[in-house]
């Protein structure tokens, strides 16, 4: 519920509505939006970030949260582990439950190969899960891959690796079409002509829909599907380190049963990491809109085994995360909210953006308003946010068009009190998104052979940005492809003697390299928030 | 700050002092707890988190999600963070998209007796009894309509006295319906034959060869859908 002094804002944004219907703020320039990000967006605060002191990508800047991880110990120190006894023998190891892992398990089954899948929390337990806006691909008639790679390649700041755009474009079509086959229900007009809108950054209305629970009604029938197939699945059961085998080319893992305690050795001709991202890091102490299992685990693990890392210093803040009520903040206002219309004004009421700049320029925006500026309204625990004028929406689509198109953020909203048909949303940027990862070709291989990667922890498809509904068409395009690939290439893989040298190779070098790791252990696997009261926030 | 006022819980019969503006997992972890069940997305979307609670001097038991309700004073609780129901095994193609289906492979659907037990307890408020009504009918659009916003937390099939397991015959309705009964997207359709045939290959081969500055000259002239 709003306090009344919250209350009383409001009427400034309730005055100015009327005149704000159907009216667009001005988008920015090109210089525009590069001096606002240079000068707001956490990625350009030179303190969050440090060099890389070991590994392949030595002396690239990494998040300093991260660099912590991949600059640890392993978790296998001291543990006695004998890589002969092998609990799992498989072709194909998929580590990591969500979207990616569930698609990549499906064709790798598909092609008759023998499938583990093994996840952190309960399968299903991902980002995935929580993805609300819609996924992209050109599939109208008006629109094309041609135009939809533009895009990306635009959204990225044309850093992006063309061949992982290209296979993203031009896949699109085709894995919304597996979806529907296995009967995905999309928000469809009466003749199965697919709903359509607008995201941050996009040139055409390309972004499909399952109301706002996308990833959940994706997520739930992927996984449903594999249970169907008959994948087996290990849930509560983490990966901890990649094996190699002597010749370095990947061969297995070790698990880590939560609930026994017990490491476990998984033998596989071919391993899948598809283990999401890294928003319980908290980078510069952002809240994030991640589930609680998104600790980076596969960049340290791939990392610690000889795997590139890209991009790295690039990650995406959520320019509409909840700053109010406490209860939900920092998670996800879905982006959808601005994509049917509804636009960000200050303590004024004022507008001070284009509501649809991509993710990076309306964070960098919203950010300068508040703290730059000054014009932010501030909650009664000491946050900052501006308004998100949802009851626009009703407004431009409509009445009901909040309870039809927004049930999750209605009802999220409402559990606390704040009816958003009524009132506007207070957000802050949120830590969102890894724009980077470990890189790929696009097949999803890694540079260690038999090492594939696939979703969130894959990089170098969206370069140093990525827009809204690529990724949920990333994790399934790639995922796939990984499956695939992974299956077919396991048909003549032998794998040879298994060993973790690796990691003390790794131990060596953090020696050699003088890094005082001061006790760190990684992978994390579960965030630590035992005694915590609310997180706190960079902004004051 | 505001002074933080606090509230008494019980986390399996152990009191703990806790401010009241938390939500329950927020309210365990400040008690101490590192959370490995009962813990997903934290966001009220992967149905990780049901819980059972009381409030002292009241007999009555709810249940919520932990992450999505706020706690309160004197409040007994417990989750139930895995729920060892019955998933049925099908191929969402060989069926037909009605009630034999359903009966099929969830006959218990027929045993409802109406309590509504599901319904009250559906931490979504969806109106779990009328689904599962529909699903009985065969009237797949209303069901998966109904169903659609389920989060699988399974708190419905835990206080069910017939075993129906509510959540899982909802998704099945609601394969069956996108499947069988949507129409197909003729863009879509068509879309994926041009691929297919290539249509698209010689442009994208073209753009991926572009500098970066004929892409950005590209991307700032683009012409926007309205
Ligand atoms: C709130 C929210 C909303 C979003 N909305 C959209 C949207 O509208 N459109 C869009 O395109 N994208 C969206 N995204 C982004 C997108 O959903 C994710 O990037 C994508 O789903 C990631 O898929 P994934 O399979 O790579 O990772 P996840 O879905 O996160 O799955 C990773 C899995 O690996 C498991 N795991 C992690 N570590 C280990 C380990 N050590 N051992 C075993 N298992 C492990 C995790 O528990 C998890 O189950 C959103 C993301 C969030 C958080
Ligand atoms: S943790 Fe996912 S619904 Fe509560």
């Known amino acids: ?540 | 700050m505001a002074q933080v006022e606090m509230v008494d819980i019980y986390l399996m019969g152990k009191k703990y002092s806790v401010p009241e503006s938390l939500t329950i997992m927020d309210a365990m972890e400040f008690a101490g707890y590192q959370l490995k069940r009962g813990c997903g997305c934290r966001a009220g979307f992967c149905g990780a988190c049901g819980t059972v609670y009381r409030i002292a001097g009241d007999y009555e038991l709810y249940v919520g999600l932990a992450c999505q309700t706020k706690v309160e004073h004197n409040m007994y609780l417990a989750q139930i963070p895995f729920f060892p129901a019955v998933k049925a095994e099908y191929d969402v193609d060989e069926l037909t998209p009605s009630a034999s289906s359903l009966a099929t492979y969830y006959p218990e659907i027929y045993r409802c007796i109406g309590c509504n037990s599901c319904t009250n307890v559906c931490p979504q408020d969806l109106n779990v009894m009328q689904y599962v009504a529909y699903a009985q009918r065969g009237d797949l659009e209303r069901c998966a309509s109904e169903s659609f916003d389920c989060i699988m937390c399974g708190l419905c099939a835990s206080r069910c006295p017939a075993h129906i397991v509510q959540y899982h015959v909802g998704i099945l309705a609601r394969r069956l319906y996108g499947k069988h009964v949507l129409p197909p997207a003729p863009h879509l359709q068509e879309r994926v034959e041009e691929i297919k045939a290539k249509k698209y290959d010689a442009d994208l081969d073209e753009l991926m060869k572009k500098a970066t500055d004929e892409l950005k000259e590209l991307y700032n002239s683009r012409e926007i859908e309205k």
């Not at chain 1, 305690?261 to 596989?268: D, K, M, N």
């Not at chain 1, 406490?326 to 998670?331: A, C, F, N, S, V």
Request: glycine share 12%; net charge negative.
């Open chain 1, 1 to 540: 519920m709003y306090t009344p002094e919250m209350k009383e804002l409001i009427k400034k944004v309730e005055e100015t509505r009327p005149q704000r219907v159907g009216v667009d703020f001005p988008r920015m320039t090109p210089e525009e939006r590069t001096e606002v990000l240079k000068n707001y967006h956490p990625d350009f605060i030179e303190e969050g970030f440090r060099p890389l002191k070991i590994g392949v990508n030595k002396g690239e800047n990494a998040p300093q949260e991260l660099a912590d991880l991949l600059e640890a110990r392993s978790r296998l120190e001291g543990v006695e582990l004998n890589l002969e006894e092998v609990a799992y023998d498989v072709d194909v190891l998929v580590i990591g439950g969500g979207g990616a892992g569930a698609a990549a398990a499906l064709m790798a089954k598909e092609q008759g190969a023998e499938v583990l899948l093994v996840t952190k929390l309960r399968f299903g337990d991902a980002n995935t899960m929580m993805a609300q806006g819609g996924i992209q691909a050109a599939d109208k008639p008006h629109d094309s891959p041609p135009i939809h790679y533009v895009d990306v390649m635009g959204g990225g700041h044309f850093t992006n690796i063309p061949e992982l755009v290209r296979a993203l474009v031009n896949d699109a079509p085709m894995v919304i079409k597996w979806l529907e086959e296995m009967g995905t229900m999309f928000d469809k007009e009466g003749n199965g002509t697919m709903v359509t809108a607008h995201g941050g950054g996009t040139s055409r209305k390309r972004m499909h829909a399952a109301r706002d629970y996308t990833g959940a009604e994706i997520m739930r029938t992927l996984r449903d599907e594999a249970i169907n197939r008959g994948v087996d699945v290990i849930e509560f059961c983490s990966a901890v380190e990649l094996i190699l085998d002597e010749e370095g080319k990947a061969g297995g893992a070790v698990l880590y049963n939560l609930e026994t305690e017990e490491y476990l050795v998984a033998r596989a001709k071919t391993v899948i990491l598809a283990m999401g991202g890294a928003g319980r890091l908290h980078y510069q102490n952002f809240p994030t809109t991640n589930h609680y299992g998104a600790t980076a685990d596969g960049l340290v693990m791939g990392y610690r085994a000889g795997a590139k890392l890209a991009f790295m210093d690039t990650i995406q803040y959520h320019p509409t995360g909840a700053a109010y009520p406490p209860q939900i903040l920092g998670l996800l206002v879905t982006e959808a909210v601005r994509g049917r219309g509804a636009t960000f004004l200050n303590i004024d009421g004022e507008q001070f953006t284009y509501h649809l700049e991509t993710r990076d320029v309306a964070s960098a925006a919203i950010i300068r308003e508040c703290v730059g500026r000054k014009k932010g309204i501030t909650t009664p625990t000491g946050m900052v946010g501006v308004w998100l004028d949802s009851p626009l929406i009703e407004l431009i689509h409509g009445e009901g068009a909040i309870e039809r198109m927004l049930p999750a953020m209605l009802r999220q909203f409402s559990r606390f009190g704040v009816d958003i048909r009524k009132e506007p949303m207070l957000i802050y940027p949120t830590l969102h998104y890894q724009n980077g990862g470990l890189l790929i070709d696009e097949h999803g291989q890694s540079n260690i052979e038999n090492l594939y990667v696939a979703g969130e922890n894959a990089g170098g498809i969206h370069g140093r940005n990525r827009l809204m509904g690529n990724s949920l068409l990333d994790i399934l395009v790639f995922g796939r492809r990984a499956g695939l690939h992974a299956a077919e290439k396991s048909k003549g893989v032998e794998v040879k003697k298994l060993t973790l040298d690796h990691i003390d190779a790794h131990h060596r070098e953090l020696e050699e390299n003088g890094v005082d790791t001061a006790g760190r252990v990684s992978p994390m696997l579960l965030p630590r928030y035992t005694h915590r009261e609310v997180l706190e926030t960079a902004v004051e």
